[in-house]
């Protein structure tokens, strides 16, 4: 069948014009030419990483894992300069020092391994500034699914979405009916070019025209389904103002706009029309839908007394303007360090979801 297809194109090539030929013969020649580049290029790039890993981790064995470790700090100054003169600037002293760190942070050989053929050293060398070994590898495995490059790498991790999620989860319990690591919180929804006293409708207006990056802020699976969604209940008709459906996780996501703080009667609207999407657009197959009530500030000792999750509910701020990075850092931490205390007060509580909050500091890299 292969043969045929073959054979039916170069019939194809023959019977055009020298110059029809020529031209069609440039762009699978290109093609071939491009397609054997990059994968030349990932494959160089694949052994470099491992090299640095290989020489990071021999470094912390044999020379400083030793009794001889000082000995070992000493002299590596002096192989540096050696290995510089044979085999360029990559092995200065610095980067022998960040090798060694990469071997540490990334200890594990069959992790690097899955990362390696998408990320570069660049890459490595950015991830290795986070602390936390989880959030690390979010990162390093969203880059290496999306092909991000180094300068997105660097503005997906200053804007925190695994922080942001980890936020969210902290709302979940062990009866919760909302997948964990599904929603953020709080969404920045900075890039809409919202003003002052915008209404729902202008941000749901902004998401439509800029729904690509509203699914990129909200994560990977997420499909549009439809806006103000019509029901009809006892003859009175109700809207929701977003409809989307998760792949991944095969349920319909009801999102409800709100300006301003969350209220407790928020909870019954959004009940209602999860019962309704339930019952009247559930597909066999799929799961239970979930809603997520979106506001510009959430009340979340009533989020938390309201038990939300337990009926397939999540609540969210959503910030329209973006904080500089040190404040963002500070304010999501406040947010964290406050999680933290409202975790420690669910402990005491019966079946209390015991989920361990990290803090999120980056560590500097010598350059």
Known sequence: MAKKKENNKLTEIAQTTDIEQESIIFAKVAQIIETRKFNAKTVVNSQVVMMFWEIGKYINTVILGTNRAEYGKKILSTVSTKLVAKYGNSFEEANLYRMKRFATVFADIECIAEFVPFLSWSHFCELMRIKD???????????SQRLLGIRELRKQISRKPFERQEIANTQLTEQSKVPFDTFKDPYLLDTFGLKDNFLEADLENAILVEL??????????FTFVARQKRIIVDGDDFKIDLLFYH????RLVAIDLKQGRFKASYKG???????WLDRYERKEGENAPVG????????RNQIELLELDKVGIAVAEYWTNLLPKKLLEKKINEILTETKERLERRKLLPNALNRKINYFIEEEIDE
Do not use: P, V, W
């Not at 070994?133 to 880059?143: I, M, S, V």
């Open 133 to 143: 070994e989880q959030a690390r590898l979010f990162y390093a495995k969203d880059a």
């Open 212 to 221: 690509e990056k509203f699914i990129l802020e909200f994560g990977n699976g």
């Open 292 to 299: 997520l009530i979106l506001c510009t500030e959430a009340s």
């Open 247 to 250: 792949r991944d996780l095969k």
């Open 269 to 275: 609207q959004m009940e209602l029309y999860l019962k």
